[in-house]
């Protein structure tokens, strides 16, 4: 049974054994087996305070998981908030029948006639 492209067992038998059972080059190897890596992990350097760090320490090890991944799951839960912010809806405005108009806002002599009343 083949596994997944993400499992380890794969990427060997990918890697060194080759879609024919053939061993690869080294050239091959150092070429292309880097890639999957690459584009599934990046490195970033980020300024965190000091005390923040701190607790994402002591949450991580109470958790027994690295930072990144506490680090990962917070920002995914963040952009996931932020996208079920912009599905709300407003609330609809209340409408209602104001009646007949009581004069027409064209005619500036009218207008003031209302108001003087």
């Known amino acids: 049974m083949q596994g997944s492209l993400g499992s380890e067992a794969s990427w060997n038998r990918l890697l060194f054994l080759g879609d024919s059972n053939k061993?690869?080059?080294?050239?091959?190897?150092?070429?292309?087996?880097?890639?999957?890596?690459?584009?599934?992990?990046?490195?970033?350097?980020?300024?965190?305070?000091?005390?923040?760090?701190?607790?994402?320490r002591q949450e991580a090890a109470r958790q027994r998981k690295t930072m990144s991944?506490?680090?990962?799951?917070?920002?995914r839960l963040l952009f996931q908030q932020a996208k079920e912010r912009k599905k709300k809806?407003?609330?609809?405005?209340?409408?209602?029948h104001g009646g007949k108009p009581r004069v027409d806002i064209a005619d500036r002599n009218a207008l003031y006639d209302l108001m003087e009343r």
């Not at 991944?69 to 920002?75: I, R, T």
């Not at 809806?89 to 209602?96: A, E, G, K, S």
């Open 23 to 56: 061993l690869p080059s080294h050239h091959m190897i150092l070429t292309y087996g880097h890639i999957d890596f690459m584009v599934c992990h990046t490195k970033t350097t980020l300024q965190i305070d000091e005390t923040v760090m701190a607790r994402l």
């Open 69 to 75: 991944e506490l680090v990962e799951a917070g920002l």
């Open 89 to 96: 809806q407003l609330p609809r405005l209340p409408t209602w």
